[in-house]
């Protein structure tokens, strides 16, 4: 069973818009990450994981998801590639800096 800190729940609930609030190492990165990786695998989602300048992919979340996927046991699920990570289902996981 996944595990989610009662505070992140919402994150299983319909919004157009989803704000975390939270101090350094309170769970916010890792518990968004495990929720999108959990619904991408229910149904085929295209996610955009942004940073306002991103040089390269190891300076996005492409590492904290990568890490999810192995500790989630989601390895023959998603193929983690050098610049995107999709599902068997269609799920695409992209990331982009928003400044280019």
């Not at 942004?50 to 998603?78: N, P």
């Not at 995107?84 to 982009?96: L, M």
Request: glycine fraction near 12%; charge should be positive; proline fraction near 3%.
């Amino acid at each position: 069973m996944i595990e989610f800190p009662d505070k992140l729940e919402g994150l299983f609930k319909p919004a157009r818009y989803k704000v975390a609030y939270g101090g350094r190492g309170s769970g916010k990165s890792w518990g968004y990450a495990r929720a999108l990786l959990l619904q991408g695998a229910q149904r085929p989602l295209r996610i955009l994981c942004t940073r306002e300048i991103q040089k390269s992919i190891k300076d996005s979340v492409h590492k904290l998801l990568g890490d999810q996927i192995a500790s989630m046991g989601l390895g023959a699920f998603y193929e983690v590639q050098a610049t995107v990570i999709k599902g068997i289902n269609g799920t695409e996981i992209t990331f982009a800096g928003l400044s280019e």
